[in-house]
């Protein structure tokens, strides 16, 4: 077979994960990584921080954790990069990536955009490489090793991005005239910026410092509690919340872990699934009062063993919905415990803008005096995605609209961008689970193992899903997670495979067990 040239932008887990299974199929990769090591968001993470979900759930379906990285079931973030590295090490990733080398540009040569418009199937035949003729990708990649701009064309028939979704453009509130952060007097951060920094640099940079942390989102915890660790209630660390999330401190209810109410075929029947037939979908609605039931059962332990109520801070949200959505995270040890001694100091507001002295909250009704503000608001994930195509069209076609998620089949395959794949965009509640399934899905399309249908089709199918994320995720559909109907969705890239998608060893396992990367190991 005329083995054709892959290539992978990214050596994060994603990254990794593609070029293990395309290696397995033949193939031999090439992995463009713009930093020096591998590992992705795990090489620049807060010193504090720990995996959210279990090691078990949180690993490679082919490779267990090494017995000696998993003393706790939530490892630390260097124990965690420990094994990403021990994976690459095991399949010998390393040979294949390209290191200091950041793609600035892909571009789709050789079929102009009228043509491929006019398609009505994906790259003209359903197949990974289209006719293998004319098309093909250029990547332009930037050596940053020498840092000179200098830069190298590669001419690629088939590109997977897994360039992630949670670094690189950070999420910047935008603000009036004279509101902003250029009239205040102290120093203005996001919290990239902050976890780029080493552990004792950024133990200084807080140190004996008035931090004002904004957002709500799992980092704003950490580095709320960092700053809580570094200074006490000396200069207690204000964190400024307008959305309240389901933080949990345990993963287990009554000692049943939470896996078993929402990630197995049962909890699954509960849930209204996309492209489920009529007859299908009519149990989940008749089940519905047990899915709120098992809802508010959960939510009851929890605010019976955090203090969420005391302090102001029980979402308006079910946690269904944060299940559903991916809006749910882990607490840093003790941060009530933070909060109570007075280290941490919660304050709600819809807005706020920037004074001399610091914030002000709603419009005027409070301002904190702040020496460093730093934003947890996330990422531009989209964009980050969209400004690595250098075709105008192509970046409109990817983003879809402000009102509907990026339209992939599969959660990865854009039904009229040719020969390319994107690993990661989608989420689940541990990322690498559904990378991993996609990337051994995209392996196998890329040895033949099956032909895309007709765009038509594809188009139908995405509707459907969106449809599925708007009912779940609400506001949060654009997140794209899958994860209250991972295991349907894992059915589907195991029929496309030819791999029966039932992988438990007894009935009874098979519904009420929760599935796992362990169950998809040797496809």
């Not at 029929?495 to 067990?513: T, V, Y």
Request: contains cysteine; proline residues 5%; charged residues 25%.
């Amino acid at each position: 077979m005329d083995k054709k040239k892959v290539g992978i932008i990214g050596a994060g887990v994603s990254g990794l994960a593609a070029c293990k299974h395309i290696i397995d199929k033949g193939f031999n990769p090439i992995v463009f990584e713009a930093e020096p090591d591998i590992g992705g968001i795990w090489t620049h993470t807060l010193e504090s921080t720990r995996l959210q979900a279990s090691a078990d759930a949180y690993r490679f379906s082919d490779f267990p954790w090494p017995v000696d990285l998993t003393d706790d079931m939530y490892p630390r973030h260097d124990k965690v990069l420990e094994y990403v590295k021990a994976y690459a090490n095991q399949f010998d990733l390393v040979k294949c990536i390209r290191f200091n080398s950041r793609v600035v540009g892909i571009e789709y040569v050789g079929v102009d955009e009228e043509e491929m418009a006019a398609w009505d199937t994906w790259a003209g035949n359903g197949e990974a490489f289209g006719d293998g003729a004319r098309g093909e990708w250029h990547i332009t990649v930037e050596d940053m090793k020498q840092g000179l701009g200098i830069t190298e064309v590669f001419q690629l028939d088939f590109v997977i991005l897994c360039i992630g979704l949670y670094s690189g453009t950070p999420n910047i509130p935008d603000f009036p005239t004279k509101e902003g952060p250029e009239i205040f007097k102290g120093q203005v951060i996001h919290s990239m910026d902050y976890s780029n920094m080493a552990d004792d640099a950024a133990f200084q940079f807080i140190k004996g410092k008035r931090v004002a942390v904004i957002g709500s989102s799992k980092s704003a915890f950490d580095i709320a509690a960092e700053c809580a660790r570094a200074n006490g209630t000396e200069h207690p660390c204000t964190m400024v919340c307008r959305t309240k999330h389901w933080l949990i401190n345990d993963s287990n209810i009554f000692g049943i872990d939470l896996s078993y109410f929402y990630l197995n075929r049962f909890a699954e029947l509960l849930i209204h699934k996309p492209g489920q037939g009529f007859l299908a979908s009519l149990l989940p609605t008749f089940l519905s009062p047990l899915r709120w039931a098992i809802s508010k059962i959960v939510e009851t332990y929890f605010k019976k063993n955090i203090p969420l109520e005391k302090h102001g801070m029980v979402p308006e949200y079910n946690f269904g919905h944060a299940m559903s959505s991916c809006q749910i995270a882990r607490l840093p040890e003790g941060f009530y415990n933070r909060v109570e001694e007075g280290s941490i100091v919660l304050k709600k507001s819809e807005s706020f803008t920037f004074c001399h002295e610091g914030v002000v909250l709603n419009g005027g009704d409070e301002s904190i005096q702040s020496d460093i503000v730093i934003f947890a608001t996330g990422f531009r994930g989209e964009q980050k995605l969209r400004n690595i195509f250098v075709s105008p069209w192509l970046q409109k076609l990817l983003a879809g609209s402000s009102n509907t998620t990026a339209p992939l089949y599969r959660e990865c395959i854009h039904p009229r961008i040719p020969q390319l794949a994107i690993i990661g965009y989608s989420s689940s509640l541990t990322d690498m689970y559904v990378s991993e399934r996609m990337s051994n899905w995209v392996a196998h399309f890329l040895a033949s193992g099956f032909k895309l249908p007709r765009i038509r089709k594809m188009e139908a199918e995405i509707q459907q899903w969106e449809e599925y994320k708007r009912r779940y995720n609400g506001k949060d559909f654009r997140s794209s997670c899958v994860s209250a109907v991972n295991i349907w969705y894992n059915d589907m890239l195991c029929q496309d495979m030819g791999h029966n998608p039932r992988r438990k060893q007894s009935l009874i396992a098979e519904w009420f067990e929760p599935y796992g990367p362990a169950d998809y190991a040797n496809m």
